[in-house]
């Protein structure tokens, strides 16, 4: 069974700084593409940016709003993915979902989240 | 940039069916897109429900189905069923390495 458990959530000041965490577990994360999606309070789904396995360059790409802010890396060894998020907004405030992605399966795997409060 | 579209709300009676779509503010979806669907309870983290198009995912009754209707993609549930009541999503690969989530659907069976 596949699991995606994500830590590291919590309040921050505008301007502050938040590592998540993404454990993987059931899933080949060596070989797996990963992605971060978001949902701010009452909101839809927002897709925040990907990372490439290393066997495929290791390269992520972000949408828009996190471009410059925000940076997706992977520590394959320990099967963790991580989202480093800087000079957060308020609009930032949601809750954050680590997923599996890939071109045909989509975002296939799902994790519970974890709320981010960006809130002076 | 681009901008995914989807019916903000439906309804559907039990046992009904039922089609949401999913859209581009300029231009057609196709296959090449690779649509995916989602489904989403209040308080829940989504759902896998269709890949690549037409795809189910894992235990996902056959009840729904995706698909390419004219320029948009499709999810249809066919036999509607009151657990269908959710928020409905679709993504769309973009290019780039960029992916679209739409604006969501909000079923509701009555």
């Known amino acids: 069974e596949v699991q995606l458990v994500e830590s590291g959530g919590g309040l921050v000041r505008p301007g502050g700084s938040l590592r998540l965490s993404c454990a993987a577990s059931?899933?080949?994360?060596?070989?797996?593409?990963m992605a971060w999606v978001r949902q701010a309070p009452g909101k839809g789904l927002e897709w925040v940016g990907r990372?490439?396995?290393?066997?495929?360059?290791?390269?992520?790409d972000y949408a828009v709003p996190a471009k410059g802010r925000f940076t997706i890396s992977r520590d394959d060894s320990k099967t963790t993915l991580y989202l480093q998020m800087n000079s957060l907004e308020t609009e930032d405030t949601a809750m954050y979902y680590c997923t599996s992605w890939g071109y045909i399966y989509g975002f296939l795997n799902w994790g519970q989240g974890a709320l981010v409060t960006v809130s002076s | 940039q681009t901008v995914v579209t989807q019916e903000p709300s439906f309804s559907v009676s039990p046992g009904g069916t039922v089609t949401l779509t999913c859209g581009l503010s300029s231009g057609s979806v196709s296959t090449t897109f690779y649509p995916s669907w989602y489904q989403q309870t209040p308080g829940q983290a989504p759902r896998t429900l269709i890949y690549n198009t037409n795809t189910r995912s894992s235990g996902v009754p056959d009840r729904f189905s995706g698909s390419i209707l004219g320029n948009k993609a499709a999810l249809t549930i066919t036999g509607a069923q009151a657990d269908d009541e959710s928020d409905y999503y679709c993504a769309l690969f973009v290019g780039g390495g960029i992916s679209v989530f739409g604006g969501g659907t909000k079923l509701t069976v009555l």
């Open positions: 990372i490439k396995s290393k066997t495929d360059g290791g390269t992520a």
């Open positions: 059931g899933i080949s994360f060596t070989d797996a593409w």
